[in-house]
C-alpha cells in the first residue's frame, strides 16, 4: 500500500503565498507521475499541475505563471508552491502519484484565501 500525506494548507491574505507538500511513504520502489488537483467548494476537482519523474511539468491555464510544482524524489514528496493567491484558489488541494501502474491519492489540505 501506499499512502500520501499533504501538509501546508492554510488561511493566506490575496496576494499571498503558501507551499503545498505532499510525501508519499509505504511500499515504493519509484514512483511516476505527480500532481495535484483542487477541489472548491460546490465545485468539481480539478487538476492544477504535474510533473513526470523526469521533472517535465504541466499547468493547469487558471495558475500557470503563479504555481510551481517541484518534486524531490529521494524524499518521495512533491511539492506546489503558489504566488499570488486570490479567492479563487480556495480549495481543498489533493495530490496524487503513480505506483506500479495505479493512482494513488492523499486527503488532502485546505488552503483558504481571504482577507
Known amino acids: 500500500q501506499v499512502q500520501l500525506v499533504e501538509s501546508g494548507g492554510g488561511l493566506v491574505q490575496p496576494g499571498g503565498s503558501l507551499r503545498l507538500s505532499c510525501v508519499a511513504s509505504?511500499?515504493?520502489?519509484?514512483?511516476?507521475?505527480m500532481g495535484w488537483y483542487r477541489q472548491a467548494p460546490g465545485k468539481q476537482r480539478e487538476w492544477v499541475a504535474s510533473?513526470?519523474?523526469?521533472?517535465?511539468?504541466n499547468y493547469a491555464d487558471s495558475v500557470k505563471g503563479r504555481f510551481t510544482i517541484s518534486r524531490d524524489n529521494a524524499k518521495n514528496t512533491v511539492y506546489l508552491q503558489m504566488s499570488s493567491l486570490a479567492p479563487e484558489d480556495t480549495a481543498v488541494y489533493s495530490c496524487?502519484?503513480?505506483?506500479?501502474?495505479?493512482?494513488?491519492w492523499g486527503k488532502g489540505t485546505l488552503v483558504t484565501v481571504s482577507s
Open positions: 509505504g511500499r515504493i520502489f519509484s514512483i511516476g507521475t
Open positions: 510533473i513526470t519523474s523526469g521533472g517535465t511539468t
Open positions: 496524487n502519484a503513480g505506483v506500479a501502474g495505479r493512482f494513488y
